[in-house]
Nanobody
Framework: VQLQASGGGLVQTGGSLRLSCASS????????RGWFRQAPGKEREFVAA????????YYTDSVKGRFAISRDNAKNTVYLQMNSLKPEDTAVYYC???????????????????WGQGTQVTVSS
């Protein structure tokens, strides 16, 4: 099972990008999908997650109202739409999949069973 993240790039402040995370290579049962990011010199942090069984979405405070996580089951793809981008959003973005979430476990890296390779997002000021 592989997750392939794509869609990163260079964008000016205020711009938008849509990241994609396609799953392939087999079938697996997951109920949670997430996006994390890691800026230079910083630890990887939670950005957004989706509890698939109920389509509930969760966001870190700094991206609420600007980012949106969604999915297309037919394409086995999860998206992260990022609007009103800021320089502090610059990071490598990783997608991940989990068999399940318990409470707010979606914020923890250890919750996830599968990870994509990361895609660079750079926001210029």
């Amino acid at each position: 099972v592989q997750l392939q993240a794509s869609g990163g790039g260079l964008v000016q402040t205020g711009g938008s990008l849509r990241l994609s995370c396609a799953s392939s290579g087999g079938t697996f049962s997951t109920n949670g999908r997430g996006w994390f990011r890691q800026a230079p010199g910083k630890e990887r942090e939670f950005v957004a997650a989706m509890r698939e069984s109920v389509d509930s979405t969760y966001y870190t405070d700094s991206v609420k109202g600007r980012f949106a996580i969604s999915r297309d089951n037919a394409k086995n793809t999860v998206y992260l739409q990022m609007n009103s981008l800021k320089p502090e959003d610059t990071a490598v973005y990783y997608c991940a999949a989990a068999r399940f979430f318990v409470g707010r476990s979606y914020v923890f890296e250890g919750t996830y069973d599968y990870w994509g390779q990361g895609t660079q997002v750079t926001v210029s000021s």
